[in-house]
Structure formats: C-alpha cells, structure tokens
C-alpha cells in the first residue's frame, strides 16, 4: 500500500475515533488501543496490522476499490465543512438526498464523501432558489464532475441557473485543511486522562478549554492560566471541541464524590461536602 492510501486510512480511522473512542475502535478493528494511538501519532504500520485495519475499512465501505482512497467524513465534521447543521444533514441522508458510504454491519456511523460536501455547501448557498427537483439535478453534476478536491467543470447548468461548483470545492477544502490543522493540535492517548482529548503535549483538557471559552472567559485569560497552550493551539482545540463534542454524561461534580455530612453548628442543619 502506497503512502497517500494509508494516510487516507488513517485519516478514515482518526475520524472514527473522534466520533466513538479509541477502546470502540481498537476493539472493531483486532487491535490493542496503544496499537491504534500509535498508528495515529504517524508510525509506519507492520504488515499485519496494516492487513487489519484494512479488512475493517472494507467491511465498512464494502468496496475494496478506489473508494478506500476516498476522504470521509462524520455528519459532525461535514457541519464543521460545510455550515449545515448536522441535524440538517442526517435528515437530508434519511430523505435519501444524498448517498454516504456507509456500508457493513460493524457500524452505524454515516460518512459523507467530498462531492457530498460540495452539494451541501451549495444547497446553503442557494436555499430558497432551487426546487427538489433542481437540488437533484444538481446533485447528478456533482457526482459526475468532483473528484477527489479538483472539480471537471467550473460550473453546473440547472435549467438558466449556473452554480459555481470550482469555487466551492475550493472553499470545502479550505475548511477541510482547517479541521486538520485543529486535529494537529489535540492528542488522544489512553495513558493520559484515560484517553480524554487534551492540547498535543499537555494534560490540558480540550473539553474543559472549551466549557472555560463557553462561560465568557476571555482567550487572554484563558493561555494566562495554562502557559503550555498556546493561542495557535488553543484555537485549534476550541475548533475540535465544536465538531467533535463530548459524550456521554459530563464528568461527576465533587458533591457525587465527596462524603456529604450534617453541619449542625448554631442548631442549623447545613450540608456540608468534604473534599
């Protein structure tokens, strides 16, 4: 396998990751999570491993032809890409709008190629000025003229209307460098924070960056307070923090951990937490 075929699969796995865990994925995939942290951080794969990791991409593409050398992308990172929500997305692939290469049994994560990208980018851009009929036409032309981050034509013909479809590949790709930029600056390795997303060679928590930005504190204050991080990687950290939320549950407060107890001092009864 050539250079750029695994870097687009480590892109493909790096995705995944983000989007469920590096446990989910190493589990799906045969390996241990040390295995798929450092294939992540750029290690030159064995031959058996780079066997497993392609066997599991195939089970999700069902294809072993040029569509592993495809990008794909999560709902999450196709809002990021594109400014459509990503509630919007998952409706226009459950309306069958779009085609996603989601494929196999192993997973129920959709993901969106490029010229899917393009259409949604062009779909916000003339909301309100293509019919449904218009929208698939142009759909068709996408398909057929984007390949890879360079389009055929200049421009789609719908009807006495010409969409600019050159110009929009350049912007997804734009936005697409961009997600990666911030992806450079975040590292997931289960030996720190058990695995939580922290600023590449920090403990620092990208999630709690992100709750800090949310609550108004200022971006002055906030690398004041963490001098390991800085603005370029904070930035990059509050990008990834948007497309690639937490989930689950927020981490326990201290009142879940802490032993509470009754402070009866001056005959009121006060609940008091013990740190």
């Known amino acids: 396998m050539d250079t750029t075929a695994i870097r687009d699969l480590r892109e493909v ?14 589990r799906q995939v045969g390996m241990s999570p040390s295995g798929i942290h450092k294939f992540l951080q750029g290690s030159q794969p064995y031959s058996p491993t780079l066997r497993r990791l392609r066997s599991w991409y195939e089970g999700l593409s069902g294809s072993k032809s040029e569509e592993f050398r495809q990008p794909a992308f999560s709902p999450a990172e196709a809002a990021f890409i594109t400014g459509v929500s990503a509630r919007l997305i998952n409706r226009i692939i459950d309306d069958q709008e779009i085609m996603t290469l989601r494929a196999g049994t192993e997973t129920r994560a959709r ?3 490029i010229p899917e990208l393009v259409y949604l980018t062009l779909r916000r851009h003339t909301e309100g000025v293509l019919t449904a009929r218009a929208r698939a036409t142009l759909y068709g032309q996408i398909k057929r003229s984007v390949r890879g981050e360079s389009a055929a034509v200049p421009f789609a013909e719908v009807g006495y209307i010409r969409v600019p479809v050159a110009s929009v590949v350049d912007e997804v790709s734009g936005q697409i460098r961009q997600l990666e930029a911030a992806r450079r600056f975040v590292s997931v390795d289960p030996g720190v924070r058990a695995g939580e997303p922290v600023v590449r060679g920090t403990r620092v928590s990208v999630y709690r960056l992100a709750e800090l930005a949310q609550k108004g504190v200022s971006r002055e204050v906030i690398l004041e307070d963490h001098p390991s991080v800085s603005a370029a990687a904070l930035e990059g950290a509050l990008l990834y923090a948007r497309t690639y ?4 549950r927020p981490p326990l407060g201290p009142w879940h951990t802490a032993a509470p107890s009754i402070d009866s001092a001056d005959g009121q009864r006060t609940l008091r937490l013990v740190s």
């Open 111 to 113: 993901l969106i190629g």
């Open 13 to 26: 796995v790096r995705s995944h990751v983000n989007r469920t865990s590096l446990r989910a994925v190493a």
């Open 245 to 248: 939320p937490r989930r689950g």
